[in-house]
């Protein structure tokens, strides 16, 4: 069993749903979503980098993510289940997000 400081050092998974397909790969802990996803060869959409803009925005069906900076999602976004993949990093072990919705 991990104890709680090894459980925060350990690399997530994201379950990715994407153009019909789904991927799933290794989220390194302290990296930013739109990083691993753009690492791992995914074509997904982003332009600031900042979380300025929302182009990056996705739906969150599982897990917990926080995000560093959040200037466009307001709280009913938020409860739909919407990120900003530039600015989220990993709360969980395990997170899905979903592109095709």
Same mark, same amino acid.
């Given at each position: ?5 090894? $459980? $925060?050092?350990? #690399?997530?998974?994201i379950v990715v749903k994407?153009?019909? @397909? @789904? ?16 690492? $791992? ?8 980098? $900042?979380?300025?803009?929302? !182009? ?9 993510v926080e995000m560093e ?5 307001? @709280?009913?976004?938020? #409860? #739909? ?5 530039? @600015?989220?990093?990993?709360?969980? !072990? ?5 592109? #095709?919705?």
């Amino acid at each position: 069993m991990l104890d709680e400081a090894s $459980e $925060e050092c350990a #690399d997530s998974s994201i379950v990715v749903k994407l153009e019909g @397909q @789904q991927h799933k790969i290794r989220w390194p802990r302290g990296t930013k979503l739109l990083d691993a996803l753009l690492d $791992e060869g995914l074509d997904v959409p982003f332009a600031c980098r $900042e979380g300025h803009c929302g !182009a990056c925005a996705v739906t969150k069906a599982r897990g917990a993510v926080e995000m560093e900076t959040n200037d466009v999602l307001d @709280q009913s976004d938020l #409860d #739909d289940g919407l990120i900003l993949t530039c @600015q989220a990093l990993s709360a969980s !072990a395990a997170v899905e997000i979903n592109y #095709d919705e």
